[in-house]
């Protein structure tokens, strides 16, 4: 696509390393909603400009064939900004009305593994935020066991942290998280940076849930 002389002004800001997050939203306060923008700095295919077109987007316009292009648009770029962009397509836009939480809601299936991905992470987020909706925790924890050794890598890590969002925040399933994890012994052997949580399910929620006892 053809940039405008606005989107052209736009991009040479922001097509580069040194951008950040920050300066991302600062924009995008100054723009407030373009949805048109918005695909301009999308169709440059690169992380920084999408990453602003997402915060310029007009929620009422994300129907469930146009994410599946946005999802098929992003497969170039390497699994972290993958992860990323739909990260930040999750929180600045699809938790922003119910139409658009009924799309995740509905992604445990999707033949994505990127959205596959964000159906477990917003489960996992609304444990974390205190909205915790125990009516489908058997159901999210049933899947997890049945399904999570023949996962997608990125998918397959956010079953894990949905498992360990539950056994922090919901005492009675505590132990059946622990043994999951234990089970599949994933991340048992993951080496962790000096001061970070370990994805190991006993470990992690061990340490979560010492940290919610000395507060």
Excluded at 62 to 87: A, G, R
Excluded at 101 to 129: C, D, K, T, V
């Amino acid at each position: 696509m053809k940039l405008s002389a606005k989107a052209k002004d736009i991009y040479s800001t922001i097509a580069k390393d040194t951008t950040k997050l920050g300066d991302l939203r600062k924009i995008a306060k100054t723009i407030k909603k373009d949805h048109d923008l918005a695909m301009e700095l999308w169709s440059t295919g690169e992380f920084h400009p999408r990453l602003l077109a997402i915060l310029i987007m007009d929620n009422k316009l994300l129907s469930q064939d146009f994410i599946n292009q946005l999802t098929k648009d992003i497969e170039p770029h390497d699994q972290e900004e993958c992860n990323q962009i739909f990260d930040w397509l999750m929180a600045n836009q699809l938790t922003k009305s119910k139409r658009t939480i009924g799309l995740m809601e509905s992604w445990n299936h999707s033949p994505f593994a990127i959205q596959r991905r964000i159906f477990w992470y917003y489960q996992a987020r609304l444990r974390w935020m205190g909205k915790n909706p125990a009516d489908n925790t058997e159901a999210l924890l049933s899947a997890i066991e049945n399904s999570i050794k023949e996962e997608a890598p990125e998918v397959q890590w956010a079953m894990n942290f949905t498992a360990a969002q539950i056994g922090i925040h919901e005492a009675d399933q505590r132990k059946r998280c622990i043994s999951l994890g234990e089970n599949t012994g994933l991340y048992k052997d993951e080496i962790v940076p000096r001061g970070c949580t370990p994805s190991y399910l006993p470990e992690f929620i061990r340490i979560e849930v010492d940290k919610i006892k000395k507060r």
